[in-house]
């Protein structure tokens, strides 16, 4: 799928990272080429100066996903979420983070998922980086509760997960 999104930008390198950013943080591009989260517009400007490019790609680029029928349809219906991973302590819930042998394999999220709740762990929120977008993709599971020693243990010995870091 990202390969699909990037093909149309691949003579262009800015716009692509324009792209990728608009992508990865969720943000829809309006009719008017207007980038937002939810009804929040959001600067071009400040836009511009989180990719490293002039504020006039970031335009061009909001002007390709409203003339295209396919990236117009997903980018005015994508939507961001919150992440609980940087909170989840001050709320008295627990991080997992697990490193996948390979993200790109099925199943690691219901192996990881069937040990926690083996273990009377309640899952509050799942987030898996994408394989395809991501260099180090992980899999962050917050729980209702501090994570215990001997779960960690147990997600170790899955043959899919390749490290754990609990916080």
């Known amino acids: 799928m990202w390969n699909k999104l990037v093909e149309k930008f691949e003579k262009y390198p800015a716009q692509a990272k324009v792209l990728k950013l608009l992508f990865e943080r969720g943000f829809q591009v309006n009719e008017e080429?207007?980038?937002?989260?939810g009804n929040i517009e959001i600067a071009h400007t400040q836009l511009a100066r989180e990719a490293g490019v002039d504020r006039r790609v970031v335009d061009a680029t909001t002007k390709t996903i409203i003339s295209d029928e396919f990236f117009s349809a997903?980018?005015?219906?994508?939507?961001?979420?919150?992440?609980l991973r940087d909170v989840a302590p001050s709320l008295g819930l627990g991080v997992i983070?697990?490193?996948?042998?390979?993200?790109a394999n099925m199943?690691?999220?219901a192996e990881v998922a069937g040990i926690?709740?083996?273990?009377?762990?309640?899952?509050r929120q799942a987030v898996s980086d994408d394989p395809y977008?991501?260099?180090n993709p992980r899999l962050t599971i917050i729980t209702d509760r501090?994570?215990?020693?001997?779960l960690v243990d147990q997600i170790l010995n899955l043959h899919s997960?390749?490290?754990?870091?609990i916080y």
């Open 107 to 109: 199943g690691i999220l």
């Open 97 to 103: 983070i697990i490193i996948p042998e390979d993200a």
């Open 146 to 150: 501090k994570v215990p020693g001997d």
């Open 74 to 83: 997903i980018f005015k219906n994508i939507h961001s979420i919150p992440f």
């Open 33 to 37: 080429g207007k980038v937002t989260s």
């Open 116 to 123: 926690i709740s083996k273990n009377n762990v309640s899952i």
């Open 133 to 135: 977008l991501t260099d």
């Open 161 to 165: 997960v390749k490290g754990v870091s």
